[in-house]
């Protein structure tokens, strides 16, 4: 049975980072495509970045230039590096991966105060 489970989010003021950590657990042969998520209070989910199993990342134009993905596959863990975080980054994060069909972890909460 794939679990994800997020971790690393917490309160932080602006201008600070964070670093969330996604880590596949169970029987994965291949991880396709690992992305983040987030959800604010009253809003969709929306995609913050991805990385496919070629090291293709995708991000976001909110966090252009401020975030990184990256994965570390011997360990099927993904990873967001936020800098520079503002209080609009606020959101439950989310991870999803790719494999034989899409998974998603129960997010962890980032808060970012002013």
């Known amino acids: 049975q794939v679990q994800l489970v997020e971790s690393g989010g917490g309160l932080v003021q602006t201008g600070g980072s964070l670093r969330l950590s996604c880590a596949v657990s169970g029987t994965v042969f291949g991880i396709y495509v690992m992305a983040w998520y987030r959800q604010a209070p009253g809003k969709q989910r929306d995609l913050v970045a991805s990385?496919?199993?070629?090291?293709?990342?995708n991000y976001a134009d909110s966090v252009k230039g401020r975030c990184t993905i990256s994965r570390d596959n011997a360990k099927n863990t993904a990873y967001l590096q936020m800098n520079s975080l503002k209080p609009e980054d606020t959101a439950v994060y989310y991870c999803?991966?790719?494999?034989?069909?899409?998974?998603w972890g129960h997010g962890t909460q980032v808060t970012v105060s002013s």
């Open positions: 999803k991966a790719r494999i034989d069909r899409e998974y």
């Open positions: 990385i496919n199993s070629n090291g293709y990342r």
